[in-house]
Nanobody, 123 residues
């Protein structure tokens, strides 16, 4: 079973920032292309950022580039998403996930690993 602990979500004012983390407990993140995904109420799931297997190149959705930073730390078997300048449109449940040893992938192939972290942006 692929198990992770996602943390860092919460209620944040517009313009604020937070950092989400995803720590794997039963598998090695280094064996996966990894990403962060989100689903807002009434919306389809979307990818916000990813890093391919065996690489460090970061891809970002147009809607978040410049405000979101994805990273992974294989020594800690964890990944994170730093979000700044939060907007109301950032409100969503955020999930970490990935594809086993994928140099590239489409969102349909991604497995989301946890229950997600709720991020709510509101004044």
């Amino acid at each position: 079973q692929l198990q992770v602990v996602e943390s860092g979500g919460g209620l944040v004012q517009p313009g604020g920032s937070l950092r989400l983390s995803c720590a794997a407990s039963t598998f090695a993140l280094e064996d996966y292309a990894v990403g962060w995904f989100r689903q807002a109420p009434g919306k389809q799931r979307e990818e916000v950022a990813c890093i391919p297997y065996g690489g460090t190149y970061q891809n970002y959705a147009d809607s978040v580039e410049g405000r979101f930073t994805i990273s992974r730390d294989n020594t800690k078997n964890a990944m994170s998403l730093r979000i700044s300048s939060l907007k109301a449109g950032s409100t969503a449940v955020y999930y970490c996930g990935g594809v086993w040893r994928a140099a590239a992938y489409v969102i349909a192939s991604v497995s989301c690993w946890g229950r997600g972290a709720q991020v709510t942006v509101s004044s």
